[in-house]
Every structure is written in structure tokens, then in C-alpha cells.
């Protein structure tokens, strides 16, 4: 009788070896596409990446036979910092050396997410009061989330307060059009306006209040916030980005200065319409900073006389060198735009 050979089985740590390398294209891999690699049923698959799912190694998505796996690079990756000894480029220095996720990226992605971990972390150091500063990454749809959350005065309030506005809710508004900074001297008031336009989707949450864009469906919001304490902002960067920083400078600068902006008007009231002379005079505030000025109307079902007059005839006429432009208007809109322009 001849003597009995067994084939030694893999071990499990060479197993989990094979799968990251497979995951480690970046492209989600399902059990049976990893039974079939390893040589495994798809429920001893399944278990090899559920328990790389335990670990934090891989991210699971999808359900059912859509399920898949891929490198959760680390995520989500979390840190905090003392404000008062910290300052932005070390910490994303350490933070992008230490975190598999953001070393992974791409040049262009990698870019646009150091502009907005810099410009929003400095804002943090600067203006919070904060005790303490949270740096978190996560993943995020097709993309990676930077969070970065402090407990100190709440970015709205501190402007409201600076500036001297009526509430925080117009503080939110005009920090929308850019160029509004509380230490003018050292700060253009210019990193908060192009990381929300570099970003897929960014949201800055604070006292209650959280405002929204939406690159991807071209879009912006206000809306409220279970954030009572200090300032949360959070950016989704796109793997694949729609527009490289310069591109995105290029649309609204004019040699190197930030000389364009765009207002999305629905911003500024409670509801679809626009009346009175002092709502325009609210979305008009501040605007002289530029040279060019686009008028967003998505969402604006109607405006009033006194409304398009003010904007498009009294302010035009004491601003002749300023381009005013109006977009993505209804018809009723329309009219009373191309009324007041005489045309």
C-alpha cells in the first residue's frame, strides 16, 4: 500500500497576502472573484474578507452579489492636535505621510486636497479659539472625506461678531460670495470660497447651521445642523476631479488676483421669491470686491419689480466697470431681468 500524500493548505496570512494583492490595483474584488484567485470556496472567501473588513484592512460596499472589497487605505485615519502649537503644512506633512489613502492618490487629486486641508486647518488655528483640532479621513463615494472639527467659537458666530452682521445665517451668506475675512491683513478671504468650489461636495456645519455645495449637481444649500459647538467642515475630493486647481483659479482670477465670483441667490431668503429692494440690496452687499459677478437663479421662481431694478439698473448704474450677468433664470425672472435692463 503506497504511502498517503496530503497538499498543504495556504495559511491564512498567506491568504490575506494574496487578496491585498489583488485589492491593491484600487478596483473592488468580490468572493468569487477571490475564491476562484485563491483556490477557495466562495464561503471560505467570504470569510477571508470579512475578517480583513474586522481588521479595518478593506471596506465592504455594495449588497447582496454586488458586494465588494476593496483597500480601505487605512480609513478612516484620525488625529488630533493642540491649536496653539500647531501649524498647517506640518501637519499634513505627518497626516499624508502616515495615511496609505492620501499617499495612494493621485498628483491632481493630491493637490486639491492639500489646498483644502491647509486652507481649512490654518482657518482652525486662526480663528476657532479651539483647545484641541480632529484631522479625520474616510472614504467617501468614489473619493475621500477630510473632516476637520474643533470645539471653539463656531466660524458664523466669529464672523457675525467681527463684522458686525445681524445674525450668523447672513454670516454664512457672505462668506458664500468670498473675499470676507476677519484680519484683513493677513488673509484674502479666499481659501474657504475655493476649496467649497475645488471640492465634490463640501459642508461647513457650526451653531446650528450648515451650508452645503454640491459640484457635482452644481448646487448649494443651507440647511440646519445638529453641530452646536465649534466649527465641522467636511470635503469630498473626487478620485477623478472635474477640474485641476489652475483651471479652477483660471475661472475666477485675473493675473494671479481673485477678481470674479458667483452668486447663487436662493441663498439669501427663505423660499423661492425675490420682492424687495432690500432683499437685493442683501444679495448686492460686499460685491464691489469684484470685477466680474455672475447671478445664479437656480431654484428662483419669482423676483419683484423693486427687486430687478435695484440689481440690474440703480447698482449697475453707480458700478459701470463691474460685468453683472444673470443665469439658469425662469421666464417670469427673465422678464422682469431684461425690464430693468431696458432691453
Not at 493642540?82 to 499617499?103: F, H, L, Q, T
Not at 478671504?189 to 463640501?202: C, H, L, M, P
Not at 482670477?253 to 425675490?274: H, N, P, Q, Y
Request: proline share 3%; aromatic share 8%.
Amino acid at each position: 500500500m503506497g504511502r498517503r500524500f496530503t497538499i498543504p493548505q495556504p495559511a491564512e496570512s498567506d491568504r490575506r497576502t494574496q487578496v491585498l494583492a489583488l485589492v491593491a490595483g484600487g478596483e473592488p474584488v468580490s468572493a468569487g472573484m477571490v475564491g476562484r484567485s485563491l483556490g477557495v470556496s466562495r464561503q471560505m472567501a467570504h470569510r477571508i474578507l470579512s475578517r480583513l473588513v474586522d481588521d479595518g484592512i478593506l471596506v465592504r460596499s455594495g449588497a447582496g452579489r454586488s458586494v465588494g472589497y476593496r483597500d480601505s487605505g487605512g480609513l478612516p485615519f484620525v488625529r488630533r492636535y493642540p491649536r496653539a502649537v500647531i501649524a498647517e503644512d506640518r501637519v499634513w506633512s505627518e497626516v499624508s505621510s502616515a495615511c496609505r489613502a492620501v499617499g495612494a492618490l493621485s498628483r491632481t487629486v493630491r493637490s486639491i486636497l492639500q489646498y483644502a486641508f491647509t486652507k481649512m486647518l490654518n482657518n482652525a488655528i486662526e480663528h476657532s479659539s479651539s483647545r484641541e483640532i480632529e484631522v479625520r479621513f474616510e472614504g467617501a463615494p468614489d473619493g475621500l472625506a477630510l473632516i476637520i472639527t474643533d470645539d471653539g467659537v463656531g466660524v458664523f458666530a466669529n464672523l457675525r461678531k467681527m463684522l458686525h452682521l445681524e445674525s450668523d445665517l447672513v454670516a454664512l451668506q457672505e462668506l458664500s460670495k468670498g473675499k470676507l475675512t476677519t484680519l484683513p491683513a493677513g488673509h484674502t478671504g479666499e481659501g474657504i470660497f475655493f476649496t467649497s468650489k475645488a471640492a465634490r461636495v463640501f459642508e461647513m456645519s457650526s451653531h446650528g447651521l450648515r451650508w452645503t455645495v454640491d459640484n457635482a449637481v452644481h448646487d448649494m444649500a443651507v440647511g440646519s445642523s445638529p453641530v452646536r459647538r465649534g466649527t465641522v467642515v467636511r470635503v469630498e475630493i473626487a478620485h477623478k476631479p472635474r477640474q485641476t486647481l489652475a483651471k479652477l483659479f483660471a475661472e475666477y482670477t485675473d493675473d494671479f488676483a481673485f477678481t470674479r465670483t458667483r452668486i447663487v441667490v436662493k441663498l439669501f431668503t427663505i423660499g423661492t421669491r425675490f420682492i424687495s429692494r432690500s432683499e437685493a440690496r442683501r444679495v448686492l452687499a460686499n460685491l464691489e470686491k469684484f470685477r466680474s459677478v455672475v447671478l445664479d437663479f437656480s431654484g428662483v421662481k419669482e423676483i419683484g419689480q423693486g427687486f430687478a431694478d435695484e440689481v440690474f439698473r440703480v447698482w449697475k448704474a453707480s458700478h459701470p466697470a463691474i460685468k453683472l450677468e444673470a443665469v439658469s433664470m425662469s421666464a417670469p425672472v427673465a422678464f422682469l431681468v431684461r425690464r430693468a435692463q431696458g432691453a
